[in-house]
């Protein structure tokens, strides 16, 4: 059984940094897209980052120039660092394996002074 497990988050103030992690166990990620979304409740999920086999890196808007994504895949593991977080970036913090629609459980992260 594939499952994701996040961690990392927690409260920071905001300008602050913040490094979440994605671990994976039950298949290897060394060939798949690895994407990370968050959700604000009421809101859609929205994609923050995404990274392929080949460490190519793709952000949303908000993310573009703050936030970094990179993998270890001898470690299965995604991360999501998160720099100069602003109070709009609280959320939920999902990591997601497209290829076979699986996600983890989240991680709040919560940017307030």
């Known amino acids: 059984q594939v499952q994701l497990v996040e961690s990392g988050g927690g409260s920071v103030q905001p300008g602050g940094t913040l490094r979440l992690s994605c671990v994976v166990s039950g298949t290897s990620i060394r060939s798949h897209i690895m994407r990370w979304y968050r959700q604000v409740p009421g809101k859609q999920r929205e994609l923050v980052a995404s990274?392929?086999?080949?460490?190519?890196?793709r952000f949303g808007e908000s993310a573009m120039g703050r936030f970094t994504i990179f993998r270890d895949n001898a470690k299965s593991t995604v991360y999501l660092g998160m720099n100069r977080v602003r109070p709009e970036d609280t959320a939920v913090y999902y990591c997601?394996?497209?290829?076979?629609?699986?996600w983890g459980q989240g991680t709040l992260v919560t940017v307030s002074s």
């Open positions: 990274i392929d086999d080949d460490g190519n890196t």
């Open positions: 997601n394996l497209p290829i076979l629609d699986v």
